[in-house]
Nanobody
């Protein structure tokens, strides 16, 4: 059973940068593509970014396009989400998710999820 643990969430000021990490265990890391989603209080879960098996292809959602980079380190079993120019609208719980496919996929297409890490942006 693949297990995912996110970390790196924090309370930051508007304009700050933050890097989230997702450590995977219990499965073949290289067999999975990974996605990042976020869910603000009272709102639906929203796609942020995804990276394929090799890290040479990424997909960035409209919500944070231009302000986020997703990457992976297959030697360390870690997926990263680098965010910049954060604003209060980015306040949400950020989740790491995994699946075996690389095509269009909403949150329901991901079989494995982490517990989430809280990102709060406030002045």
């Amino acid at each position: 059973q693949l297990q995912l643990v996110e970390s790196g969430g924090a309370l930051v000021r508007p304009g700050a940068s933050l890097r989230l990490s997702c450590v995977a265990s219990g499965g073949d890391f290289s067999a999975y593509t990974f996605g990042w989603f976020r869910q603000a209080s009272g709102k639906v879960r929203q796609f942020v970014a995804a990276v394929n098996w090799y890290g040479d292809k990424t997909n960035i959602g409209n919500s944070m396009k231009g302000r986020v980079t997703v990457s992976r380190d297959n030697a360390k079993n870690v997926v990263y989400l680098q965010m910049s120019n954060l604003s209060p609208e980015d306040t949400a719980v950020y989740y790491c998710a995994a699946r075996t496919r690389w095509d269009y996929g909403e949150y329901n297409e991901y079989a494995y999820w982490g517990q989430g890490t809280q990102v709060s942006v406030s002045s």
